[in-house]
């Protein structure tokens, strides 16, 4: 007979619960998306009104006005408003959608394969992109699509690619994390090869153009028309990965913990390894692949926000949206009418604002 | 009550366990011991449902848990795990209030009371102190409380330990496993120390190579031929003069480790 003490209820303390004034309140979400959200939107203004050729703010704004509510425009003013509503209006929303996107993708993914390294593209998905791209110029598939042809093979090149990385990494044990990265990396270089032959084999330099537009990332072929994909499929990532807060926080002490927990560490992964493939496959077809927004924007965040992935969630996409505006306005502007990569831009300013907060507020990713 | 029915675990042609039969009283501290290897973790991973069993089942007050939806036994079996490493800077504070997420849907949002019990959790564990730092900081005992104070607001009936003194220094070892005996919950802990375990544990069962050498008291397990059939090392038992609890003493000839230290 085993003697049983009595139990110490531990937890049976509802005066104590019920008096309790001091509790931590959870930190507030609201004012950082508001003052976020107003900076958007003046980010927004301030990419559309500012470019090589000039416009005067006011026009900007009369043309956005006429357009938005449908007025007419006289024939001296086509040349300013198609400037203003066919060229620069779909370039700075797309720079804000694949901003929020690539953000909002990075945090998944960092959780998902739990690995601080990791960015939407590490999962083989840009390289993929890169050999559907390069095989429309070299054997001119989809050309009935016309100019959907190269967005169209890019994104289906990039879903292939997500496909055999989930094949190739999937075990008895799940996809775990490492088996994934891993994969990613192979099969990068796989995809990579494939494109270099592709290239290669390429009658006229056009591939080559084509391929470098893909692997370095770009805005440049915005139109209204890249625009309802991507942005449809950023919004049900940021709505859905926004419900999914607690579960990523759950998913990142571990998968046997995430288990003990009650969340179902595999079956989590492997939803949120679709929703990111086909989201990244969505941005990569429209811009290339835009490094360093999804490497490194999630830890910027992080640092100023804490970890805890609703608040990262609510935030990584106004962050995202706003750096990519500015970045994209200034690769247009600096050297006009010649454009910078984008690369270049997020480097230069990235890497400099990423080290002061780094060391600024002792971040700790991965240990000591 | 927990009961271990005929569990069997095996892995690419391994069997890891073989037809584990063990009962867990309620309120009672069972202690699962055994040499590297002998499937101690295997089995608790099978009772927190990081695995599933190849062969027979854990069953709780007699229903087999993996009929049931890893949510519903979060609620009633806690779990601290060998894989709790995190990369991310999450405060010690919000760690331990993702204990409370197997009694929520979605998104976590403490009440009152949870907040309440998540304080608690952090003074039974005495890192109050710790409760805004990054866990990335905490040195790896002070990391260990943490997790046991989130296995804790997850409001359990029976915790499941996997060697949970591991990186403790030796006031927190004795502090956790005193706590483990006194907190009236039903405990199944995975130990190395034999005496911590001839201490606290009601009953202890022995692992050899995935069965179960022996099961009883800490004094019919952890007689000096058992324990040399299973570690094979050689013991004295002998009585603790103060409390009376049965330790054992390890047979280490001193001249040979005179001759090593020197």
């Given at each position: 007979?085993?003697?049983?003490?009595?139990?110490?209820?531990?937890?049976?303390?509802?005066?104590?619960?019920?008096?309790?004034?001091?509790?931590?309140?959870?930190?507030?979400?609201?004012?950082?998306?508001?003052?976020?959200?107003?900076?958007?939107?003046?980010?927004?203004?301030?990419?559309?009104?500012?470019?090589?050729?000039?416009?005067?703010?006011?026009?900007?704004?009369?043309?956005?006005?006429?357009?938005?509510?449908?007025?007419?425009?006289?024939?001296?003013?086509?040349?300013?408003?198609?400037?203003?509503?066919?060229?620069?209006?779909?370039?700075?929303?797309?720079?804000?959608?694949?901003?929020?996107?690539?953000?909002?993708?990075?945090?998944?993914?960092?959780?998902?394969?739990r690995?601080?390294?990791?960015?939407?593209?590490?999962?083989?998905?840009?390289?993929?992109?890169?050999?559907?791209?390069?095989?429309?110029?070299?054997?001119?598939?989809?050309?009935?699509?016309?100019?959907?042809?190269?967005?169209?093979?890019?994104?289906?090149?990039?879903?292939?690619?997500?496909?055999?990385?989930?094949?190739?990494?999937?075990?008895?044990?799940?996809?775990?994390?490492?088996?994934?990265?891993?994969?990613?990396?192979?099969?990068?270089?796989?995809?990579?090869?494939?494109?270099?032959?592709?290239?290669?084999?390429?009658?006229?330099?056009?591939?080559?153009?084509?391929?470098?537009?893909?692997?370095?990332?770009?805005?440049?072929?915005?139109?209204?028309?890249?625009?309802?994909?991507?942005?449809?499929?950023?919004?049900?990532?940021?709505?859905?990965?926004?419900?999914?807060?607690?579960?990523?926080d759950v998913l990142s002490m571990g998968d046997e913990t995430a288990?003990s927990l009650?969340t179902?560490a595999?079956?989590?992964?492997?939803?949120?390894?679709?929703?990111?493939?086909?989201?990244?496959?969505?941005?990569?077809?429209?811009?290339?692949?835009?490094?360093?927004?999804?490497?490194?924007?999630?830890?910027?965040?992080?640092?100023?926000?804490?970890?805890?992935?609703?608040?990262?969630?609510?935030?990584?996409?106004?962050?995202?949206?706003?750096?990519?505006?500015?970045?994209?306005?200034?690769?247009?502007?600096?050297?006009?009418?010649?454009?910078?990569?984008?690369?270049?831009?997020?480097?230069?300013?990235?890497?400099?604002?990423?080290?002061?907060?780094?060391?600024?507020?002792?971040?700790?990713?991965?240990?000591? | 009550?927990?009961?271990?029915?005929?569990?069997?675990?095996?892995?690419?042609?391994?069997?890891?366990?073989?037809?584990?039969?063990?009962?867990?009283?309620?309120?009672?501290?069972?202690?699962?011991?055994?040499?590297?290897?002998?499937?101690?973790?295997?089995?608790?991973?099978?009772?927190?449902?990081?695995?599933?069993?190849?062969?027979?089942?854990?069953?709780?007050?007699?229903?087999?848990?993996?009929?049931?939806?890893?949510?519903?036994?979060?609620?009633?079996?806690?779990?601290?795990t060998?894989d709790s490493r995190a990369d991310l800077?999450f405060?010690?504070?919000?760690v331990?209030?993702l204990?409370?997420?197997?009694?929520?849907?979605?998104?976590?949002?403490?009440?009152?009371?949870?907040?309440?019990?998540?304080?608690?959790?952090?003074?039974?564990?005495?890192?109050?102190?710790?409760?805004?730092?990054?866990?990335?900081?905490?040195?790896?005992?002070?990391?260990?409380?943490?997790l046991?104070?989130r296995?804790?607001?997850?409001?359990?009936?029976?915790?499941?330990?996997?060697?949970?003194?591991?990186?403790?220094?030796?006031?927190?070892?004795?502090?956790?496993?005193?706590?483990?005996?006194?907190?009236?919950?039903?405990?199944?802990?995975?130990?190395?120390?034999?005496?911590?375990?001839?201490?606290?544990?009601?009953?202890?069962?022995?692992?050899?190579?995935?069965?179960?050498?022996?099961?009883?008291?800490?004094?019919?397990?952890?007689?000096?031929?058992?324990?040399?059939?299973?570690?094979?090392?050689?013991?004295?038992?002998?009585?603790?003069?103060?409390?009376?609890?049965?330790?054992?003493?390890?047979?280490?000839?001193?001249?040979?480790?005179?001759?090593?230290?020197?």
């Amino acid at each position: 007979m085993v003697n049983v003490p009595e139990p110490l209820r531990l937890f049976a303390e509802p005066e104590a619960a019920r008096s309790d004034t001091r509790a931590a309140r959870p930190r507030r979400l609201a004012g950082p998306v508001l003052l976020l959200s107003a900076a958007l939107v003046l980010s927004l203004i301030a990419g559309i009104a500012l470019g090589p050729s000039n416009v005067a703010l006011s026009d900007v704004l009369r043309y956005l006005g006429k357009a938005i509510t449908g007025g007419t425009i006289t024939g001296d003013e086509v040349t300013g408003y198609s400037i203003v509503w066919q060229v620069r209006t779909p370039r700075v929303l797309l720079a804000a959608v694949v901003g929020a996107g690539l953000a909002v993708v990075g945090v998944a993914v960092q959780a998902l394969v739990r690995n601080a390294l990791a960015d939407p593209f590490v999962l083989g998905i840009s390289s993929g992109a890169s050999v559907g791209a390069a095989a429309v110029v070299v054997f001119g598939l989809f050309a009935g699509l016309g100019v959907l042809a190269l967005s169209t093979a890019a994104f289906l090149g990039a879903l292939g690619a997500t496909a055999l990385v989930y094949l190739a990494a999937r075990s008895k044990f799940g996809l775990t994390p490492l088996r994934l990265v891993l994969t990613g990396v192979a099969l990068t270089y796989a995809f990579q090869a494939v494109m270099s032959v592709l290239v290669y084999l390429s009658p006229n330099g056009q591939a080559a153009q084509t391929v470098l537009f893909w692997l370095l990332g770009s805005l440049g072929s915005a139109t209204w028309a890249s625009l309802p994909l991507a942005a449809l499929g950023v919004a049900v990532a940021v709505v859905v990965l926004l419900r999914y807060g607690t579960a990523l926080d759950v998913l990142s002490m571990g998968d046997e913990t995430a288990m003990s927990l009650g969340t179902d560490a595999a079956a989590l992964r492997r939803w949120l390894f679709l929703l990111t493939a086909v989201v990244t496959g969505l941005l990569v077809a429209v811009s290339g692949s835009i490094g360093f927004v999804g490497l490194v924007l999630p830890h910027v965040v992080r640092m100023i926000a804490g970890s805890g992935h609703r608040r990262v969630l609510a935030l990584a996409p106004l962050v995202g949206a706003v750096f990519l505006v500015w970045v994209d306005l200034l690769a247009r502007t600096l050297v006009a009418p010649e454009e910078l990569p984008l690369g270049v831009i997020t480097a230069l300013i990235g890497v400099p604002v990423f080290l002061v907060v780094m060391r600024r507020r002792g971040y700790a990713f991965g240990g000591r | 009550m927990l009961s271990l029915r005929e569990l069997s675990v095996e892995v690419a042609g391994t069997m890891l366990i073989r037809e584990l039969r063990l009962d867990v009283g309620v309120g009672e501290v069972v202690g699962l011991l055994g040499p590297n290897g002998s499937g101690k973790s295997t089995a608790l991973r099978c009772v927190y449902r990081a695995l599933a069993p190849s062969g027979g089942a854990v069953l709780l007050d007699g229903t087999d848990i993996a009929e049931q939806g890893l949510r519903d036994t979060a609620r009633r079996i806690a779990a601290l795990t060998q894989d709790s490493r995190a990369d991310l800077d999450f405060t010690v504070e919000e760690v331990v209030a993702l204990g409370r997420s197997p009694h929520q849907r979605g998104n976590l949002r403490l009440s009152a009371h949870e907040r309440a019990l998540c304080r608690e959790a952090l003074r039974r564990m005495d890192i109050t102190h710790l409760a805004q730092r990054s866990v990335l900081t905490l040195s790896g005992g002070e990391r260990q409380r943490v997790l046991v104070a989130r296995a804790l607001v997850q409001e359990p009936e029976v915790l499941v330990l996997d060697e949970p003194t591991n990186h403790l220094d030796v006031r927190h070892q004795v502090e956790l496993l005193k706590f483990l005996r006194d907190c009236g919950l039903t405990v199944l802990v995975a130990l190395h120390d034999l005496n911590l375990a001839a201490a606290v544990c009601h009953r202890i069962a022995l692992l050899r190579a995935g069965s179960l050498a022996a099961c009883g008291t800490p004094a019919e397990v952890l007689t000096p031929e058992t324990v040399h059939a299973v570690f094979g090392v050689e013991v004295t038992q002998v009585t603790h003069p103060v409390t009376g609890a049965l330790q054992l003493l390890y047979d280490l000839p001193a001249d040979e480790t005179e001759g090593i230290s020197r």
